[in-house]
């Protein structure tokens, strides 16, 4: 088989012959005329391996692919979701895409085409992590409300289809028993010494016992497969409130995103306003509707540094945290980044890198030299809320760079007069316990 996608049509007149010009001569080439100019089309001519439907549907998949002109192209590997998607507005033309960055993962979006083809000015750039922010928001704004009801739906219309698979099969085998009986009567009522025609209606009623007895057995096989049970609309409503965190899980396949986006979004039309310093953005989606989003971009010369409050809690908190909990504690504390985005252990490097901050390294000796307020009511044997109420109250020296975040002592001021009447006057009062008992273990560790 040469060709799998044949639908079985008769075409004619695919191709014309056209004359071409150079300095060799006149050369002959072939050109391949579009659907609308072949002399003759018609379908369902000659048997193929598909059906006509399912031939255009094939070739409709193929030209989307190509990724020029009006296609979106297939998705690929990169982490941009609007390849293929974007259009500028002054132009017309597709925006180009370029990662950039150390790893080469940073998208910039550009209509640059102009001045690839015919040295013209760009259009329009910018970056593209906030563009594919917002339309990854705008987009499971759009899913979430319906991703209850569609997971209903879709076990709903599961059960329905297995039902009427079921009803098909019983309606076969009634009409296999009758086909069955029929021919058992026909059978009967012949001349036993008519042996040819006797033969030949035996021969047929077996044939119909076994049509029955294998629509019997698919029946009996349909019922023993178990069905997929149909979720609880309470977990259902669960998985729809956790689609973001799916969604941003680094296992979730960037190809997955692009699909579930070429879904719902037909097209994005970007242009950006000068005045206002904003990236414009028109959704076109593919129910019809239509969307804007304006986001802010950065002007010329300006710089979306990280807020100095920021930077001062990290010089602190790099005393006793590494880069991941670093991240972890800012982003809940609500803070963000230069450019608004959540803190991720790379970018709290890159930061500590661009501010020149050293990072944590554990001691090799094991004392380490800031300790949390687990640690530092551990070493006095107090309990931790004593020593929180001091260091609060200002009788020991300690750090509390964020709101909701750990304490840090220097193991210098533990071993301090001060430290030491505390832990003293904490072993007095029975109103404040000096610490758990010494073989209770702590089921969860903490950074506080």
């Not at 593209?128 to 569609?150: F, H, Q, S, T, Y």
């Not at 019809?288 to 710089?303: D, I, N, V």
């Not at 809320?385 to 964020?402: S, V």
Request: proline share 5%; net charge positive.
């Amino acid at each position: 088989m040469e060709n799998p996608v044949y639908g079985g049509a008769y075409a004619y007149g695919k191709t014309a012959v056209a004359a071409g010009y150079s300095a060799g001569g006149v050369s002959v080439k072939i050109r391949r005329k579009t659907r609308n100019e072949w002399l003759a089309l018609k379908p369902n001519t000659h048997d193929g391996y598909v059906s006509w439907e399912r031939f255009e549907a094939i070739r409709t998949m193929v030209s989307s692919n190509v990724p020029t002109g009006r296609h979106h192209g297939a998705p690929k590997h990169g982490d941009a979701l609007l390849a293929g998607l974007i259009r500028c507005k002054r132009c017309g033309r597709k925006l180009t895409l370029r990662y950039s960055g150390m790893r080469h993962h940073i998208p910039r979006y550009s209509c640059s085409r102009a001045w690839m083809d015919n040295g013209g000015p760009h259009c329009i750039a910018f970056g593209g992590l906030r563009v594919d922010d917002a339309i990854e928001e705008a987009l499971l704004g759009v899913v979430a409300p319906g991703a209850i009801a569609a997971a209903t739906a879709a076990a709903e219309g599961a059960r329905e289809r297995r039902d009427q698979v079921r009803d098909a099969l019983s309606r076969d085998l009634e009409a296999a028993r009758y086909a069955a009986d029929r021919a058992f009567r026909q059978y009967d009522a012949a001349d036993p010494a008519n042996r040819l025609v006797a033969s030949e209606l035996e021969a047929r009623w077996n044939r119909a016992l076994a049509h029955a007895a294998e629509v019997e057995g698919k029946i009996a096989m349909h019922d023993t497969a178990t069905p997929a049970p149909i979720a609880d609309p309470a977990s259902l409503g669960v998985l729809a409130s956790n689609l973001k965190t799916v969604w941003d899980a680094p296992t979730t396949d960037a190809r997955l995103k692009k699909r579930i986006v070429r879904t719902l979004v037909h097209e994005v039309v970007a242009d950006i306003d000068d005045a206002a310093s904003e990236i414009v953005l028109i959704v076109h989606w593919v129910g019809g509707a239509h969307s804007e989003l304006r986001l802010p971009k950065r002007r010329r010369g300006q710089r979306n540094s990280t807020s100095a409050d920021i930077i001062q809690a990290v010089r602190q908190l790099v005393l006793i945290a590494s880069d991941n909990l670093i991240a972890g504690l800012l982003n809940r504390n609500g803070l963000k980044t230069g450019n608004g985005n959540r803190w991720t252990r790379e970018r709290v490097t890159s930061m500590r890198s661009s501010y020149h901050l050293p990072v944590f390294k554990p001691a090799d000796d094991g004392i380490e030299p800031w300790l949390n307020l687990s640690n530092a009511a551990k070493l006095l044997k107090i309990a931790p809320k004593t020593l929180r109420l001091a260091a609060e109250a200002g009788e020991i020296e300690a750090f509390h760079p964020l709101s909701d975040g750990p304490w840090i002592f220097a193991r210098a001021s533990l071993i301090t007069t001060a430290a030491q009447s505390i832990a003293e006057r904490a072993r007095q009062n029975p109103r404040y316990p000096t610490g758990s008992h010494p073989n209770q273990q702590s089921l969860f560790s903490s950074t506080t």
